[in-house]
């Protein structure tokens, strides 16, 4: 079952991290708009990106993003909104058979 989208009012676009080299650096997808709902909220999460200093301890992330759990980002990807430019640190699929499935990614 899917989100109603009266439940996801932002446009975001998002941006999955295609690979990560030492010459280089990370690189990204190209960005695709989806429907999603930001909030501006604080949470001691761990840090699932792989390529991060905090890698595996817990950080203060200050934005939560929901969306359909098909637009799922990986830890490390990268959301576009209003403006700014947020990491997805950690991520989780919420899948029920009678309840809306979801993806909620917390970043920083």
């Given amino acids: 079952m899917r989100l109603p989208r009266v439940m996801l009012p932002h446009q975001v676009d998002l941006r999955a991290l295609a690979a990560t080299t030492a010459r ?7 960005p695709i708009r989806r429907r999603g709902s930001v909030e501006e909220r604080s949470a001691l999460k761990i840090d699932q990106r792989t390529s991060s200093d905090t890698a ?34 950690n ?9 809306p499935s979801s993806a909620e990614l917390w970043c920083v």
């Fill in 91 to 99: 991520a989780r699929r919420y899948e029920a058979p009678l309840l």
């Fill in 24 to 30: 280089q650096g990370a690189t990204y997808a190209d």
């Fill in 56 to 89: 595996g301890t817990e950080i203060v992330m200050s934005t939560v993003v929901y969306l359909q759990v098909e637009d799922y980002l990986e830890p490390g990807g990268l959301i576009d909104y209003r403006g700014k430019t947020l990491t997805v640190a």
